[in-house]
């Protein structure tokens, strides 16, 4: 309840100051609603099809945008798990299919981001050596992560099945059996045509809305090849945090990037929250309507996620 208060104090923070200190953010702000809810659709229909297109995809986006708003209340990534418990409440998709669309889902995330990497750290003069070299370093890590992952998933399946054999309990052995057969599956759905066109389609429009904000925002005129590092900096600042949403952290990394570009330093804060806010804004709508008009609770659906983690531990 204590964490919850503060993270709507700080939205409410959050609003306040930018909405006093710099009236151009809202501008941005409201130039970026209709792509945003656009490119939030396009990544429904992703999932969807990651699923075997057995989710829909109105249903895929109503489902990844309670995960993005429940991760503002939570700590680190764990309201992920709101994904398939939404999917296997509307479509009765296996909680083991739901939990492996997520992780196929990021691995193409993950790629997308190293793309976007390499042509910062081959094509783009970065603000300093030292930030060129830590980009470097995480994608040669997440790249021969992935390599690996890949390989022992779609080669050596039988390899993995017996690991999975060695697993105490056998219900958790039949669920993450069921779980690895998803995954193989989804894997297949990803590297098809319209899919890959979708993964582009949702991180360039990612792109694009950072350079439709940032026109607007009253800070210092940015070229495209600045607005993509400040793009990739933002997002490694939400995924590698452990507060909720990434909040505090996106917006350090977000202002600092900025500064280095020539803002100052309350026009950049302002626009690494009206930043915040675009990512926020159209999926808090999206679940509100999911929390208002189809009953979903977020509180329930917790309590679901640690009754299956009881009865693995228990079988």
């Given at each position: 309840?204590?964490?919850?208060?503060?993270?709507?104090?700080?939205?409410?923070?959050?609003?306040?100051?930018?909405?006093?200190?710099?009236?151009?953010?809202?501008?941005?702000?409201?130039?970026?609603?209709?792509?945003?809810?656009?490119?939030?659709?396009?990544?429904?229909?992703?999932?969807?099809?990651?699923?075997?297109?057995?989710?829909?995809?109105?249903?895929?986006?109503?489902?990844?945008?309670?995960?993005?708003?429940?991760?503002?209340?939570?700590?680190?990534?764990?309201?992920?798990?709101?994904?398939?418990?939404?999917?296997?409440?509307?479509?009765?998709?296996?909680?083991?299919?739901?939990?492996?669309?997520?992780?196929?889902?990021?691995?193409?995330?993950?790629?997308?981001?190293?793309?976007?990497?390499?042509?910062?750290?081959?094509?783009?003069?970065?603000?300093?050596?030292?930030?060129?070299?830590?980009?470097?370093?995480?994608?040669?890590?997440?790249?021969?992560?992935?390599?690996?992952?890949?390989?022992?998933?779609?080669?050596?399946?039988?390899?993995?099945?017996?690991?999975?054999?060695?697993?105490?309990?056998?219900?958790?052995?039949?669920?993450?059996?069921?779980?690895?057969?998803?995954?193989?599956?989804?894997l297949a759905h990803g590297i098809r045509y319209w899919s890959?066109?979708?993964?582009?389609?949702?991180?360039?429009?990612?792109?694009?809305?950072?350079?439709?904000?940032?026109?607007?925002?009253?800070?210092?005129?940015?070229?495209?090849?600045?607005?993509?590092?400040?793009?990739?900096?933002?997002?490694?600042?939400?995924?590698?945090?452990?507060?909720?949403?990434?909040?505090?952290?996106?917006?350090?990394?977000?202002?600092?990037?900025?500064?280095?570009?020539?803002?100052?330093?309350?026009?950049?804060?302002?626009?690494?929250?009206?930043?915040?806010?675009?990512?926020?804004?159209?999926n808090a709508l999206i679940a509100g309507y999911v929390v208002?008009?189809?009953?979903?609770?977020?509180?329930?659906?917790?309590?679901?996620?640690?009754?299956?983690?009881?009865?693995?531990?228990?079988?």
């Amino acid at each position: 309840m204590i964490v919850r208060v503060l993270v709507v104090g700080l939205v409410l923070a959050m609003l306040g100051f930018s909405y006093w200190y710099s009236p151009a953010v809202w501008i941005s702000i409201t130039a970026c609603m209709i792509p945003a809810l656009v490119i939030a659709i396009a990544h429904g229909e992703r999932i969807n099809i990651l699923s075997g297109g057995r989710l829909g995809m109105m249903n895929a986006t109503k489902g990844n945008s309670l995960a993005l708003v429940g991760a503002f209340f939570i700590p680190g990534r764990v309201t992920e798990i709101l994904k398939p418990l939404y999917y296997y409440k509307t479509r009765q998709l296996p909680i083991p299919d739901g939990i492996s669309v997520l992780i196929v889902e990021r691995i193409f995330d993950v790629i997308a981001v190293i793309a976007i990497a390499l042509i910062a750290v081959n094509f783009i003069a970065l603000p300093t050596g030292d930030l060129a070299a830590t980009i470097t370093s995480l994608t040669i890590v997440l790249s021969i992560f992935l390599v690996v992952v890949i390989i022992m998933a779609l080669r050596f399946p039988n390899l993995i099945e017996k690991l999975i054999g060695l697993l105490p309990f056998q219900a958790l052995r039949k669920f993450v059996v069921s779980a690895f057969h998803a995954f193989r599956a989804g894997l297949a759905h990803g590297i098809r045509y319209w899919s890959i066109v979708l993964t582009l389609l949702v991180w360039a429009g990612s792109v694009g809305l950072y350079w439709l904000f940032l026109q607007f925002d009253g800070g210092v005129a940015l070229g495209i090849n600045q607005i993509v590092i400040v793009f990739l900096i933002a997002t490694l600042g939400i995924t590698i945090t452990i507060t909720p949403g990434g909040l505090g952290t996106f917006e350090a990394v977000v202002t600092l990037i900025l500064q280095q570009y020539g803002y100052n330093f309350e026009t950049a804060l302002a626009s690494a929250i009206g930043l915040r806010l675009v990512a926020f804004l159209p999926n808090a709508l999206i679940a509100g309507y999911v929390v208002l008009f189809e009953g979903f609770d977020f509180v329930k659906a917790r309590k679901q996620v640690e009754t299956l983690g009881d009865d693995r531990g228990h079988s």
